[in-house]
């Protein structure tokens, strides 16, 4: 456990550091080497490195129509239910962010506007191997569908499993079905970030990628997005955090239930807890070592628990201010009268308030996105929504009156500025207004 104030302002620093990535050099060169290699090869790189990696040889990338119908087919009554219940929430939220056109008449005769247009197309990225993701099928796929894309590409990682090996699991499948997704790949890791971002045989490259991955796929993304020839990003979305902000009433098993959600994403997981409570912290230690026997990734877990942060703050105000220098991507705050609390929390990506608002009801079906910055950089960046899947442009159109009204001052910036040839296009047409008006 941390004391916060008995901490130097280098060492609070370092005990809000996230998990370094190793060998950050060796990683971007073997991710460039896969990249160029799908450059170069295409399809038969996919294959190759499906191969090498799944250790599946497959005939083709894309999953067959037929194929994904039957192993839907397969889908539970339960689980079918489940995901309809999320599609049904995540739509109805992000339904109410779609925004009206702007249009400003700025001043007589002249009007501006700002039009959304939908981006035209977009690549979607689904985790697969140990924990395959449909609920981030949801995330993406819905608001892709909302916005109106034209055209949506799903790449995911070809299922291992005996029952349906070279497939894809049936939860994926039918969460892509309900967004309307017809182009799905079998192809996982920075390979399938290079396919959707350069194109090959059978997958068109697309204009945008979004969707959150491992270290190779998060480096992948990295790599397209600074290349002009690549495709632009959502956001460098890394390994999953989660702090939480408890005070001195609150049920400590709840608190660990949190903790452990995210640590069982992946060993390189950051979770963090903070609290005024001594005997909070101490209990909730507890309740982890008891809660991780029964869990199926429980090894998954404590590597995560690696990483962990336990910090005792003076105050209630202290454990807020470290949450706000964390920035963390998942924020929960199990205070009493935790609402109150909201307008002093900066820096998060997804709020949590209440004890019983877990972590996992945005992951899954609250309605908000699960798609969020890591690694501090919800200081800058928004969770993921439907503007996202959208581009804004601007329209003006000036009458005869209106040009005469501003142009005089159009053309006195742009001689201040040096920029003869702006002066010049409007000091024209005001020249030819004022012929056709003596000609009146």
Not at 2 to 7: A, F, G, K, S, V
Not at 27 to 47: E, F, R, W, Y
Not at 76 to 86: F, H, V
Not at 294 to 317: T, V
Request: contains cysteine; negative net charge; proline residues 5%.
């Amino acid at each position: 456990m941390i004391t916060w104030q008995n901490l130097t302002l280098a060492e609070q620093k370092s005990a809000l550091s996230r998990p370094a990535i190793a060998n950050r050099a060796d990683l971007t060169s073997k991710v460039l080497d896969i990249v160029n290699m799908v450059k170069d090869k295409g399809d038969d790189a996919l294959l190759t490195l499906t191969k090498k990696f799944d250790g599946l040889s497959l005939n083709s990338v894309a999953l067959p129509s037929s194929q994904a119908e039957d192993i839907i087919a397969t889908l539970g009554d339960e689980q079918r239910a489940a995901i309809e219940l999320a599609y049904g929430q995540i739509k109805r939220f992000h339904e109410a962010q779609v925004q009206a056109d702007v249009k400003v008449e700025t001043s007589p005769g002249v009007v501006c506007e700002l039009i959304t247009q939908a981006i035209s197309s977009v690549g979607l990225y689904i985790p697969g191997g140990s924990a395959p993701l449909p609920s981030t099928v949801l995330m993406l796929g819905v608001p892709a569908q909302i916005a109106g894309c034209k055209r949506t590409v799903l790449c995911t990682p070809p299922d291992t499993s005996e029952g349906n090996k070279g497939g894809i699991t049936a939860e994926i499948l039918y969460a892509a079905k309900l967004c309307g997704i017809k182009e799905i790949y079998r192809t996982g890791g920075a390979q399938a970030i290079a396919a959707m971002a350069y194109g090959t045989e059978s997958i068109a490259a697309v204009d945008k990628i979004f969707g959150p991955g491992n270290s190779f796929v998060t480096e992948a993304k990295q790599l397209v997005a600074q290349d002009p020839a690549g495709a632009a990003i959502d956001m460098p979305a890394g390994p999953s955090e989660v702090l939480v902000l408890a005070d001195a009433n609150a049920n400590p098993a709840f608190v660990a239930a949190d903790l452990l959600s995210q640590a069982e994403h992946g060993p390189d997981s950051q979770v963090i807890l903070v609290s005024d409570s001594l005997q909070l912290i101490e209990k909730t230690k507890q309740d982890i070592e008891s809660q991780l026997t029964l869990l199926p990734r429980a090894d998954i877990a404590k590597k995560a628990l690696a990483n962990s942060r336990f910090i005792l703050a003076s105050d209630l105000n202290e454990a807020v201010e470290i949450s706000n220098q964390y920035a963390p991507e998942h924020l929960i705050v199990q205070f009493d009268n935790a609402r109150s609390w909201l307008s002093k929390l900066d820096n998060a990506a997804s709020v949590f308030l209440g004890a019983y608002t877990p972590e996992s009801a945005g992951d899954y079906a609250s309605g908000t996105n699960h798609v969020l910055p890591t690694y501090g950089y919800s200081k800058v960046l928004s969770s993921l929504n439907l503007a996202d899947f959208t581009r804004k442009f601007t329209v003006q159109e000036i009458t005869p009156n209106g040009l005469a009204a501003i142009g005089p001052a159009i053309m006195t910036l742009a001689a201040a500025e040096g920029l003869d040839a702006h002066r010049n296009a409007v000091g024209l047409r005001l020249e030819q207004l004022q012929k056709e008006k003596s000609n009146d």
